[in-house]
């Protein structure tokens, strides 16, 4: 098999990013935007030692859930893997492929609104408009409407698209309970108040305070949270209140609770009525002003955020709840939950992958429930929510 190889091939499966995967001899061979059951005629791109990314040539015989795009930019941008089959069947890929990996009945759910959901977007500029950069070629994509990303975004975007934006490099947008935030990272030469639109209610640049409210506030169930352009906060506002929850059930009661990997402190929040007190760490410093102020926003009086690296969490909790980034726990958070005595360990993870490799780590505990949650519809990801509960000697 050489790069540039073409052949026509049955796709005999999809994995949960959404590609078709199909077999040559003892090749795997992974094809973006094709479905279980298809023919395909494919191009070799990327040959590894067992394994072959392929792009997709022509569909010979389609599957009956395929459907058209409802997105024009859908194959060039990279931001979306599922727009080719309908939200049901692109579920149906999701769980499966989840219980396939965990051998685990998981209590599956997905959000309601499949596009639109997005409360933030991150955009470079190339030749002086606006793009996203397909993940895997980096090629830019000159969008003016993106099916995930808020509509007011996509109305910023376009406002945009009226300016020579030459001299900026990156534009985040974020629109919190129906404000908008931008944050222009550009040379301190652009004129950022000659492209100032009056709708925007909170803008940085290169991520100093230049106008309008220094930061947002969201509303969420009975809770207020404050946002820095650089904190983290959860992208689908639905989605959010749906894995918190979750996360309250497995969690339960008790005495004290760690909120590890903590963000703007919104779990540790979330959940404080039901512990005596509460700890949320978090590495990045904007998040942690978020949350000192989260918790003055909200009068909750039995919780405090420190500044630090999850690695260097020490203490005894009785409940402890890991929301980690996408590359998963450290070695020494791993090490330092199997070595804990909290009665359960709730792990909220963004990737099955590093959450698979961790919690074979993690064996002082067993499963106890599964959840996963579809908070990022038409995308290849997938939220999950693992209840952990310390074996008896
Ligand atoms: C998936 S987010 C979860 C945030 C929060 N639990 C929420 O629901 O909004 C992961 C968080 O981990 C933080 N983080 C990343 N590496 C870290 C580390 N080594 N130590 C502590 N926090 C870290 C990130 O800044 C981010 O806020």
């Known amino acids: 098999m050489k790069v540039n190889d073409t052949y026509e091939v049955r796709i005999i499966d999809n994995d949960i990013n959404g590609n078709g995967i199909a077999r040559i001899n003892n090749f795997v061979l992974f094809i973006p935007f094709c479905l279980k059951g ?45 727009l080719h089959t309908n939200y049901d069947y692109e579920n149906f890929i999701k769980k499966s492929n989840l219980e396939r990996m965990f051998g685990y009945n ?33 090629k830019p994509c000159f969008i003016n409407e993106c099916k995930i990303a808020n509509e007011k975004i996509n109305y910023f975007v376009n406002y945009l698209s009226g300016f020579n934006l030459t001299g900026i490099f990156e534009v985040m947008f974020r629109v919190i309970s129906g404000k908008v935030m931008v944050n222009f990272i550009c040379n301190e030469s652009y004129d950022i108040k000659s492209i100032i639109n009056e709708d925007f209610d909170c803008v940085y640049v290169n991520n100093e305070h230049f106008f309008g409210e220094e930061y947002l506030i969201d509303k969420v169930g009975r809770f207020k949270f404050s946002i820095y ?22 969690a339960g009661k008790g005495d004290k609770l760690l909120d590890l990997y903590c ?4 779990i540790g929040i979330w959940l404080s009525k039901n512990f005596n007190s509460a700890v949320g760490y978090e590495i990045n ?22 500044l630090g690296n999850a690695s260097s969490v020490k203490g005894e909790y009785d409940v402890i709840v890991v929301d980690p980034p996408r590359s998963g726990l450290s ?37 106890s429930s599964f959840s996963a949650f579809n908070m990022f519809p038409r995308s290849g990801h997938v ?8 074996k008896k000697e």
């Open 331 to 367: 070695k020494e958070v791993r090490e330092f939950l199997n070595s804990s005595s909290a009665r359960r360990i709730v792990y909220i993870s963004c990737n099955p992958f590093t959450l698979q490799r961790d919690l074979k780590c993690i064996n002082n505990y067993n499963i």
């Open 229 to 250: 352009p650089n904190s983290f906060y959860q992208v689908n506002p639905e989605g959010m209140k749906v894995i918190y929850n979750i996360a309250k059930k497995y």
């Open 285 to 306: 410093e904007s998040s942690i002003k978020n949350a000192i102020i989260n918790k003055e926003l909200n009068n909750i009086n039995n919780i405090e955020f420190v």
């Open 38 to 82: 298809e023919e395909v005629l494919i191009k070799v791109v990327d040959i590894k030692k067992s394994y072959a990314f392929c792009d997709l040539v022509n569909i010979i015989k389609p599957s009956l859930d395929r459907c058209d795009s409802v997105c024009a930019f859908y194959e060039s941008c990279g931001g979306c893997n599922f």
């Open 106 to 138: 998981i209590e599956y759910y997905s959000a309601e609104d499949d596009l639109f959901y997005r409360n933030k977007a991150t955009f470079h500029v190339k030749d002086g408009k606006l793009c996203y950069y397909n993940a895997s070629s980096h």
């Open 383 to 390: 939220e999950c929510v693992v209840l952990l509960e310390i």
């Open 263 to 266: 963000g703007t402190g919104t």
